[in-house]
């Protein structure tokens, strides 16, 4: 077993990311995984992430308060709203944009592929 308390998470950053709070709670720098690693954001109102895609599937769950997320696989655009508990996958070359609308900080909880 590997633990990493929340305290003890290591923080990252990554461009195009705004007023966000980032933090790896497994995998990668926060220890072993053969998969997966998972990651806890702390969005502040206003912030988020430009828009991109990536080669690998991501998967997003809101913890606290309410994120705007932005989706198009090209031939279509889609804007969610996701609030506590609610979760959506990112395809494999799917541009994603998250952002903060609200007026209180939202926590998101992201996993996805070891490979970058």
Known sequence: ??????PQAPFYSAPGHAHMVMQRLQGMEAGPSDSVWIGCSLIEPGGGTTSGASDVEKFYIC???ELQVTASDGSKTQVTVLRPM???????????????????PARVLLVMPNRI
Do not use: T, W
């Open 1 to 6: 077993m590997h633990v990493v308390a929340f």
């Open 63 to 65: 913890l606290e308060g």
């Open 86 to 104: 609610d979760s959506c996958r990112i395809a494999p070359q799917e541009a994603r944009q998250l952002f903060n609308a609200g007026s209180s």
